[in-house]
């Protein structure tokens, strides 16, 4: 299954994300990784209503989501991996599974006080694991929509 897209954003699927990359990107099938979602049946439903009708969509827990990846890596779906946090991300790499770069979309909650863009704020812990992340060789980027450039998350840190 082709990963076509890792990203971090704590609305998860929205209207940015439907018509901004599910459909340029051809998304067939998104994996939401969180554990919170995964046990809120009306979340679960709220997500898979916010998607397009042609998308599918899984919400699983992280331990869950790595087996899923692993037994369905042969599939042929375009698939979107959604999470609200990189602690997230990092525990699928430490899970074994691989893609080349994650975007980061949207994290507006109060708690973080990094501002690395302005739809970008970061905790100390968001910005340790984007570390961590990045040393498994994951290219890390900023990108509203993909009509946008994508900006380095190490650049757009520096600023």
């Given amino acids: 299954m082709p990963i076509l897209q890792v990203r971090i954003d704590d609305r998860l699927i929205h209207g940015q994300v439907v018509d901004g990359w599910l459909k340029p990107l051809s998304i067939t099938q998104v994996l939401v990784v969180s ?7 009306m979340q679960k439903t709220l ?3 916010a998607a397009t009708e042609s998308v599918s969509v899984q919400t699983l827990g992280i331990s869950d989501s790595i087996q899923w990846l692993k037994v369905h890596q042969a599939s042929d779906q375009n698939l979107m991996i959604l999470a609200t946090s990189p602690a997230d991300i990092l525990q699928l790499l430490e899970g074994g599974i691989r893609f080349p770069s994650v975007v980061l979309g949207g994290l507006h909650s109060p708690e973080h006080k990094v501002k690395v863009s302005p739809s970008i704020m970061l905790t100390d812990p968001d910005c340790q694991n984007l570390k961590k992340i990045a040393r498994y060789g994951v290219l890390l980027h900023a990108q509203t929509l993909p009509t946008e450039r994508a900006e380095s998350i190490s650049e757009l840190m520096l600023n």
């Fill in 35 to 41: 554990e919170r979602h995964s046990k809120e049946p």
């Fill in 47 to 49: 997500l898979e209503v």
